[in-house]
């Protein structure tokens, strides 16, 4: 849509009618607190016309039925811990609010699945599966704030993806509203399905401008008995890179592999109020190891102990909850030195991890930000953490628009992609289109103007608007 209209005494009228009145705001201190999700830079924050909280599938659907009716744009909102401004409302509008669908319907360890309204919160999930004995595997780090249905739209990864994936293959079954209102269910609780399309995985990840996941059937998954974090600490960044591929050609099948720099090291744990080993000078790998045998766990340690000190590691050890905090406490400890940051999340081949962090990272020091380097190096996923600091706003525009420009170029030579786990969001949408190839990018806004032809779910994300 050109233009939308605006929303009306009218329209406010007929959403408390849907929702209830207690749950529509309209006042403008309530506004002010969704005019962003994790953005940092208050020149993309935009402030809702309302916001509103529906408690079922059939009062999203009659909001969407509204919107297209009233040609006003829907936002969806899970836990607002996008960090590609994927729950701001840059178009104005509504924020949908999935919070109140937060009931956790079903848990059923036999049939090894659960069912969860969308709005349940993640840590939730793993929670009500591990007190019958299963684990869901879907991790991202955001866990203890972010909404499942959220981590539903956006494909979320996390720590434990190298072994078991990211949120889409945690999934048997979605229910989903469409753009035009309609009720959706899609996927089976099977193992196999050709059965027509695979609609299912079309909406997992598309960040809800496809529709508004509403419902889901998750897989859950017999837990492990034995567990071991192991840290690996390195002195030389090369090196420590350049371990991962060695990992995991080892037949090691590890849940996790993580990397943060010296940089990410000292700031969270300066944030974190503990230091421990090679807090001045090292870089961090943190290996997770699972296994249903206690004598292939042995057996695995000392594989990772004999090939982290051939390949140069200055320490080995056994990790406890004190690194795990300081690897989830990284960007909390990174805003903590600068107002405004802007978090990368290129993806690239396994192979090509390591030269890729290391010729990234020389590429930044040319600029005059700081830039911290973190990644879920087991299945190539790397985020820089780039802050502002004293810089003016031309400065930072103009130099962070020169950093990505080489950087997105270089990402792509190396056969990686733009986005690993955060998605495109309203961040990327210019780069999306440049680097894409052209069919692709012509399927997905087929598709967008068939199912939303209005454009009225999620204006100005992932795809430009029309």
Known sequence: MEKYNPVTPEIIARLKEIAGEKNVITDPDGLETYKTDQETDPRLFRTPEAVVAPESTEQVAAIMKLANACG?????????????????????????????????????????????????????????????????????????????????????????????????????????????????????????????????????????????????????????????????????????????????KAGLNPTSVEFMDNGFVRASSDYSKFHLSHYEDGAYVILTIETFDQDEMDKKLLKVDELARQHGAVEVSLADDRVWTIRKNCLEGTRVLSRVSTSDDFVVPLDRISDTIMDLSTLAQEYPFRIFTLAHAGDGNLHFNILKGDLSDQEWEDSLNSFHAKAYRYVYDQGGLLSGEHGIGAKKIRQLAAYSDPGQMLMMTTIKKALDPLDVLNPGKVIARY
């Open 72 to 248: 006003f744009p829907v936002t969806p909102r899970s836990g607002g811990t996008s960090v590609s401004d994927g729950a701001i409302a840059v178009c104005g509008g509504i924020v949908l609010l999935m919070e109140r669908m937060n009931k956790i319907e079903k848990v059923d360890p036999e049939g090894m699945y659960m069912t969860v309204q969308a709005g349940v919160r993640t840590l939730d999930v793993q929670e009500a599966a591990n007190k019958v004995g299963m684990f869901y595997a879907g991790d991202p780090c955001s866990a203890d704030s972010c909404l499942i249905g959220g981590n539903l739209a956006t494909n979320a990864g996390g720590d434990k993806a190298v072994r078991y994936g990211t949120t889409r293959n945690q999934v048997h079954s979605i229910e989903v509203v469409l753009p035009t209102g309609e009720i959706a269910h899609l996927g089976a609780r099977t193992k196999k399905n050709t059965t027509g399309y695979c609609l299912d995985q079309l909406v997992l990840g598309s960040e809800g401008t496809l529709g508004i996941i509403t419902r889901a059937v998750l897989k859950l998954l017999p837990r492990a008995p034995y567990r071991s974090d192991i840290l690996m600490i390195f002195t030389d960044t090369r090196k420590a890179t350049s371990i991962v591929p060695i990992l995991l």
